[in-house]
């Protein structure tokens, strides 16, 4: 499976970005979170090999990433659909976030995230403003990327996570 250089994935951020019409763009980071794409949309399955063999012969597409996320508890592939990603997620054991998810609500869509310019200044923002977090603080996630997730009780019923991806 090829592996991204580091470096790529802004690359990829900026390409999509400069290919958006200019009012979409300045609609998309004028707010102070500056939400500059949907990263990706995150799927809980019960098995990861199962559920990539399934995209690949139903849609004919390749993970471009495949990793286990210790302090996610997950086993992650992230499939590229334009300049986002389908994210699929196996629990590494049923004691995880993702296993109790799947063990409460089958496999399905999980959570989804944004990408942002500064997930510092995010958080900052969300906090003043009320935002029901689940981490105050950025930690690593898959890509090396810092992440954050915003309580699925916020806004909407849906597992929010912002996704700030470094240059390496
Ligand atoms: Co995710």
Redesign the pocket.
């Known amino acids: 499976m090829p592996k991204f250089a580091h470096g790529e994935w802004p690359r990829r951020a900026a390409r999509v970005l400069r290919a958006w019409p200019s009012r979409l763009r300045e609609a998309g980071t004028l707010g102070p979170v500056k939400l500059l794409n949907l990263d990706?949309v995150?799927i809980a399955v019960e098995d990861l090999d199962a559920a990539i063999d399934g995209y690949r012969s139903r849609y004919r597409v390749e993970p471009l990433h495949r990793e286990v996320v210790e302090e996610q508890g997950v086993e992650e592939a992230m499939i590229a659909v334009g300049g986002s990603f389908v994210?699929l997620?196996q629990p590494l054991s049923p004691e995880t976030p993702v296993g109790r998810f799947l063990s409460k609500s089958g496999e399905g869509l999980h959570?989804i995230?944004f990408a942002v310019a500064s997930i510092e200044a995010a958080l900052e923002h969300l906090a003043a403003d009320g935002a029901r977090l689940i981490d105050a603080e950025p930690r690593v996630?898959?890509r090396g990327a810092r992440?954050a997730f915003v309580h699925p009780g916020d806004l909407s019923g849906t597992l929010i996570?912002l996704?700030e991806l470094g240059d390496e």
């Open positions: 990706h995150a994210q997620l959570h995230a996630g898959g992440i996570e996704v």
